[in-house]
């Protein structure tokens, strides 16, 4: 501690006490092994990031590791996960951050694991909600397949190992890609009963990758090519699901290789600014205005409102198809070119018009 200088040092004991006073607020002394713990070895590096009733997260510097490496300490209070998280800590798996120690003082249970970079799965989609997009199919794709990978490297082990709480927010997706699982609470229910409920929390999560929300009642409102792998996820008798993670994650991969449906998904939800009745009547005025100096000829004014009419056409157009494509919404030729050729139409209208109104 001498070798920090005077504010680290001041903000590693302000931590410390913080932490001291969360575990004494319960009606617990910290005993020395636990002060050692978090004073000496895996030191909070500021205020909790999550603290609630459950549980309570640090940020901590892992004094006691090679290299002294940035951890996440996870204090879950009144639960004993003890064996669940040695036995994690020994088989060291690459589906779970890797995990530096596991200690149980006073029925509450004190697990450091490496601080990853990235976000949870609830996070990015409460992103896409406020931006108003969704997942793309590719993205999507990979992150239910990786997950597929996860789940089934927990069911390998003999005993599998149970977590009986995958959701969005336990599913952490790493800067580089990586998918990892959070926060573990074993289960005692049968492999092949656990495996059968899972299939049908991944079709829900799936679906509100593609989507932007949860199916209501189990109903499957996504239109595109994973559009059956989701139902057969959500169907409601289990043994109509599918039976295994293996057999759902063969399917993702044939339905991967489908062609997309020629389909205009019911959520689309297109923003009014992107429709060509708005963006049409701005393009038509602008038009006008070419045309008024065109006639008048004033040229460099023409040429400045012709500028900008393309500059303006070629942004429509590009923002369109990028939602489209990010709202997983495909359209046939026809489709796209029929507004197009509706706005050449008026444009040429317009092109006659336009000089008789000029005095």
Same mark, same amino acid.
């Given at each position: 501690q001498r070798t920090l200088d005077t504010n680290t040092y001041e903000i590693k004991m302000a931590c410390t006490k913080h932490f001291c006073y969360n575990i004494l607020k319960g009606g617990f002394i910290m005993p020395s092994e636990k002060e050692k713990f978090v004073t000496k070895q895996y030191v909070p590096m500021g205020e909790p990031i999550v603290q609630n009733d459950h549980t309570i997260i640090y940020h901590v510097k892992c004094l006691c590791e090679p290299g002294k490496p940035d951890g996440i300490l996870k204090m879950y209070r009144q639960q004993n996960r003890e064996a669940l998280y040695k036995r994690l800590y020994q088989l060291d798996y690459s589906e779970w951050p890797h995990i530096y120690n596991v200690k149980y003082f006073d029925g509450n249970t004190l697990v450091v694991e490496k601080y990853l970079e990235g976000n949870t799965l609830e996070e990015l989609l409460k992103q896409n909600k406020e931006n108003n997009t969704v997942f793309s199919e590719e993205e999507a794709y990979r992150i239910m397949s990786k997950l597929c990978e996860c789940i089934a490297g927990l069911l390998r082990p003999d005993p599998p190992i149970i977590h009986s709480d995958i959701k969005p927010s336990n599913i952490f997706i790493t800067s580089a890609g990586a998918v990892k699982l959070l926060d573990f609470v074993n289960d005692k229910t049968p492999k092949r009963k656990h495996e059968k409920k899972l299939i049908s929390l991944l079709g829900m999560i799936f679906h509100r990758m593609l989507t932007g929300s949860a199916p209501a009642n189990k109903k499957c409102t996504y239109e595109g090519r994973y559009e059956s792998v989701i139902r057969k996820?959500?169907?409601?008798?289990?043994?109509?699901?599918?039976?295994?993670?293996?057999?759902?994650?063969?399917?993702?991969?044939?339905?991967?290789?489908?062609?997309?449906?020629?389909?205009?998904?019911?959520?689309?939800?297109?923003?009014? @600014? =992107?429709?060509?009745?708005?963006?049409?009547? %701005?393009?038509? !005025?602008?038009?006008?205005?070419?045309?008024?100096?065109?006639?008048?000829?004033?040229?460099?004014?023409m040429c400045l409102f012709a500028i900008a009419f393309f500059i303006h056409f070629v942004l429509f157009l590009a923002r369109r198809h990028a939602f489209f494509q990010k709202r997983n919404i495909q359209i046939s030729t026809a489709r796209k070119a029929?507004?197009?050729?509706?706005? @050449? =139409?008026?444009?040429?209208?317009?092109?006659? %018009?336009?000089? !008789?109104?000029?005095?």
């Amino acid at each position: 501690q001498r070798t920090l200088d005077t504010n680290t040092y001041e903000i590693k004991m302000a931590c410390t006490k913080h932490f001291c006073y969360n575990i004494l607020k319960g009606g617990f002394i910290m005993p020395s092994e636990k002060e050692k713990f978090v004073t000496k070895q895996y030191v909070p590096m500021g205020e909790p990031i999550v603290q609630n009733d459950h549980t309570i997260i640090y940020h901590v510097k892992c004094l006691c590791e090679p290299g002294k490496p940035d951890g996440i300490l996870k204090m879950y209070r009144q639960q004993n996960r003890e064996a669940l998280y040695k036995r994690l800590y020994q088989l060291d798996y690459s589906e779970w951050p890797h995990i530096y120690n596991v200690k149980y003082f006073d029925g509450n249970t004190l697990v450091v694991e490496k601080y990853l970079e990235g976000n949870t799965l609830e996070e990015l989609l409460k992103q896409n909600k406020e931006n108003n997009t969704v997942f793309s199919e590719e993205e999507a794709y990979r992150i239910m397949s990786k997950l597929c990978e996860c789940i089934a490297g927990l069911l390998r082990p003999d005993p599998p190992i149970i977590h009986s709480d995958i959701k969005p927010s336990n599913i952490f997706i790493t800067s580089a890609g990586a998918v990892k699982l959070l926060d573990f609470v074993n289960d005692k229910t049968p492999k092949r009963k656990h495996e059968k409920k899972l299939i049908s929390l991944l079709g829900m999560i799936f679906h509100r990758m593609l989507t932007g929300s949860a199916p209501a009642n189990k109903k499957c409102t996504y239109e595109g090519r994973y559009e059956s792998v989701i139902r057969k996820c959500l169907e409601k008798n289990p043994e109509q699901r599918y039976q295994s993670i293996s057999e759902l994650k063969e399917d993702l991969k044939e339905a991967k290789e489908r062609a997309p449906k020629n389909i205009v998904s019911k959520t689309a939800g297109i923003p009014y @600014a =992107l429709t060509f009745p708005f963006q049409g009547a %701005i393009l038509a !005025f602008e038009w006008i205005l070419i045309c008024f100096f065109l006639k008048k000829e004033q040229t460099s004014a023409m040429c400045l409102f012709a500028i900008a009419f393309f500059i303006h056409f070629v942004l429509f157009l590009a923002r369109r198809h990028a939602f489209f494509q990010k709202r997983n919404i495909q359209i046939s030729t026809a489709r796209k070119a029929l507004p197009l050729l509706i706005l @050449a =139409l008026v444009l040429a209208l317009l092109s006659q %018009i336009v000089p !008789f109104l000029i005095f």
